[in-house]
């Protein structure tokens, strides 16, 4: 018991220490629009005593990631119910975090919905449906507020892009964060390809996704993928684009 406490005044006094640092650096957090932790009795009831003295201490990485470690095992295991509750406690830890949403969201929306759906020891379809769309809107929550913590990020922009064309097929909002992602430094090079196919399947919008993907063909060779090149043809064609206007 004695060492225990000793230990606990030592994570004191250094999480004392960095107090006037964290403290210094509490302006530029707001401004790139860093959510603070909410250090209440709900999350100290989430991490248990000495976790919560830990974070409390200046040492929220370190519990997040030990949370993501145990987060990691409970999936091995297909513990559903253990994984999001620790992906919460992660992502309450450390919100400017990417890597933390994106990996609950792909947890809950592709590995937890295809569990549930595939489920052996439910006989009954309509409630493996229910559990699967339970677990879809799970992951889509950790995006979103993913994205409330980290605007200036495309990277989860592009993992809700994926979620409303794979698992909502929603063409038309899949266009809209892809196109989200692109307009942000640091996207990837396919991200306004992928808006343009995206919105190429949305009834009543595929002149305007023919525009886009011209625009991108007419910018050179690089931008010439097969793909790119497939989806023209096929769209010249749908619109009746007069020949001498096609690409070759």
Not at 141 to 161: K, S
Request: hydrophobic content about 45%; aromatic content about 10%.
């Amino acid at each position: 018991m004695n060492r225990a406490i000793v230990v606990i005044l030592g994570v004191l006094v250094l999480g004392a220490i960095r107090v006037p640092i964290e403290h210094s650096l509490s302006q530029s957090h707001r401004e790139s629009h860093f959510r603070a932790v909410d250090f209440n009795l709900d999350l100290r009831d989430q991490l248990g005593q000495s976790g919560f003295v830990a974070a409390l201490s200046g040492f929220r990485s370190l519990v997040a990631d030990a949370l993501f470690i145990q987060a990691h095992v409970a999936w091995e295991r297909t513990e559903w119910g253990r994984v999001l509750l620790l992906f919460r406690r992660v992502t309450t830890l450390q919100p400017r975090a990417v890597l933390f949403w994106d990996m609950a969201a792909w947890h809950m929306a592709w590995n937890a919905s295809t569990a549930a759906l595939n489920d052996p020891t439910q006989p009954r379809e309509a409630l493996r449906i229910k559990a699967a769309r339970e677990y879809l809107q799970l992951g889509k929550d950790f995006l979103e507020r993913g994205i409330r913590n980290n605007p200036e990020r495309p990277e989860l922009y592009e993992a809700m892009a994926r979620l409303y064309r794979d698992k909502y097929e929603d063409h038309e909002r899949a266009s809209e964060f892809f196109d989200k992602a692109a307009a942000l430094p640091g996207a990837h090079g396919y991200a306004k390809r992928f808006a343009a196919y995206e919105l190429a399947q949305c009834p009543g919008r595929e002149r305007e996704a023919y525009a886009h993907l011209r625009a991108l063909y007419d910018l050179g060779e690089q931008e010439r993928l097969p793909t790119l090149v497939r989806r023209l043809k096929e769209l010249e064609i749908k619109l009746e684009i007069p020949q001498e206007r096609r690409v070759p």
